[in-house]
C-alpha cells in the first residue's frame, strides 16, 4: 500500500542554519506530495503542496521539490527562526487510492536563538 | 469562519465505556476523515468517507466506527474502549481531489484507564 516515510528526529538547529528534512514516498500512479506544519497544542496546517513531478512548492521561505525519479519531496529552508519550531509532516494523497491522505510520522524541529 | 469543529476537547474513560467524538464541518466538504496521533507513529487513518452515506476503513479502523448521514457530520464512536486507545484524535476535511488541502480541527485528547 501507499506509505510516506520520514527522517526521524528531533533535529536541532541554530537560529539562520539550513534546514533540510528528508521525505520519500511509495505510491502507484501519481500522488499529490504535501507538507503540513503543527505548531505546540494545535491541529495540522497546510504549509507546502506539489501535485505533478518535478512542481516545487513553496511558502514562508520553505521549499520541497516533486521528483519522482527519487520519489522524495525533501523540505528545505535557507534559515530558520526559532518560531519554525514544530513538528512536520510529509503527506501523499492518491486519487486512484480513494482519495485518503496518507502521513509520514511526523519531524520535531527545535531552533536555538 | 468555525471551519471543522471537535469535541469534546478532553476525555478520560475507564476500559470497556463507549463514547463518541463529534466532527462537523461547515464548508461542504465532500471529503471526511478520522485519524490518530500517537508519540512516534505520526497520524494514522482511522476511517474516510467521500460523501454522505458512504464510509471506509483506513490503516487502523479495529475497536471504531463511523457513520456519514450528513455532508457536515462524521462522528467517531469507540464501541468498548480499551488502553490501547488513548490517543490524540483529529478530524480532517477537504473538497474532494487529491490535490486538495485538509483542513483540521483542533484534536480530542482520549485517555482510556
Known amino acids: 500500500g501507499d506509505s510516506v516515510t520520514q527522517m526521524e528526529g528531533p533535529v536541532t538547529l541554530s537560529e539562520e542554519a539550513f534546514l533540510t528534512i528528508n521525505c520519500t514516498y511509495t505510491?502507484?500512479?501519481?500522488?499529490?506530495l504535501f507538507w503540513y506544519v503543527q505548531y505546540p497544542g494545535e491541529g495540522l496546517q497546510l504549509l507546502l503542496k506539489?501535485?505533478?513531478?518535478?512542481d516545487k512548492g513553496s511558502n514562508k521561505g520553505f521549499e520541497a521539490t516533486y521528483r519522482k525519479e527519487t520519489t522524495s519531496f525533501h523540505l528545505e529552508k535557507g534559515s530558520v527562526q526559532v518560531s519554525d519550531s514544530a513538528v512536520y509532516f510529509c503527506?501523499?494523497?492518491?486519487?486512484?487510492?480513494?482519495?485518503?491522505?496518507?502521513f509520514g510520522a511526523g519531524t520535531r524541529l527545535f531552533v536555538k536563538a | 469562519n468555525a471551519g471543522v469543529t471537535q469535541t469534546p476537547k478532553f476525555q478520560v474513560l475507564k476500559t470497556g465505556q463507549s463514547m463518541t467524538l463529534q466532527c462537523a464541518q461547515d464548508?461542504?466538504?465532500?471529503?471526511m476523515s478520522w485519524y490518530r496521533q500517537d508519540p512516534g507513529m505520526g497520524l494514522r487513518l482511522i476511517h474516510y468517507?467521500?460523501?454522505?452515506?458512504?464510509?471506509d476503513q483506513g490503516e487502523v479502523p479495529n475497536g471504531y466506527n463511523v457513520s456519514r448521514s450528513t455532508t457536515e457530520d462524521f462522528p467517531l464512536r469507540l464501541l468498548s474502549a480499551a488502553p490501547s486507545q488513548t490517543s490524540v484524535y483529529f478530524c480532517?476535511?477537504?473538497?474532494?481531489?487529491?490535490?486538495?488541502?485538509?483542513?483540521f480541527g483542533s484534536g480530542t485528547q482520549l485517555s482510556v484507564l
Open positions: 480532517a476535511s477537504r473538497r474532494q481531489g487529491n490535490n486538495e488541502k485538509l483542513f
Open positions: 505510491a502507484t500512479g501519481y500522488p499529490s
Open positions: 506539489a501535485t505533478k513531478a518535478d
Open positions: 503527506a501523499l494523497t492518491r486519487g486512484a487510492g480513494g482519495f485518503k491522505t496518507i
Open positions: 464548508m461542504n466538504h465532500e471529503y
Open positions: 468517507s467521500v460523501g454522505a452515506g458512504i464510509t
